[in-house]
């Protein structure tokens, strides 16, 4: 590994330590639930999904458990 990447590396794991740098301003998820895949998204502090239960509550259990990888600051996979 050259030294460029080992010096990326060390800054990258003190950014992760450091979360008050970083702010969500939007993110965009496929999440695939038991029946359907469905369109989750957080923009401008707030959860979108397009189920029928986030119509009538602006919470489900696919926007509750994202907020619980993010926090969790579980690793996704990025596409």
Same mark, same amino acid.
């Given at each position: 590994?050259? &030294?460029?990447? !080992?010096?990326? @590396? /060390?800054?990258?794991? /003190?950014?992760? &330590?450091?979360?008050?740098? @970083?702010? !969500?301003?939007? $993110? &965009?998820?496929?999440?695939?639930?038991?029946?359907?895949?469905?369109?989750?998204?957080?923009?401008?502090?707030?959860? @979108? *999904?397009? *189920? #029928?239960?986030?119509? %009538?509550?602006?919470? *489900? &259990?696919? %926007?509750? +458990? $994202?907020?619980? !990888? $993010? !926090?969790?600051? +579980? #690793?996704?996979?990025?596409?």
């Amino acid at each position: 590994m050259d &030294s460029g990447m !080992i010096g990326k @590396i /060390q800054k990258s794991k /003190q950014y992760a &330590s450091e979360r008050e740098r @970083i702010q !969500i301003n939007s $993110l &965009s998820v496929t999440f695939q639930g038991r029946n359907n895949e469905h369109q989750v998204s957080f923009q401008d502090g707030k959860w @979108i *999904c397009d *189920c #029928d239960f986030f119509k %009538t509550r602006e919470r *489900c &259990s696919h %926007t509750m +458990a $994202l907020e619980r !990888i $993010l !926090i969790q600051g +579980a #690793d996704l996979t990025l596409n």
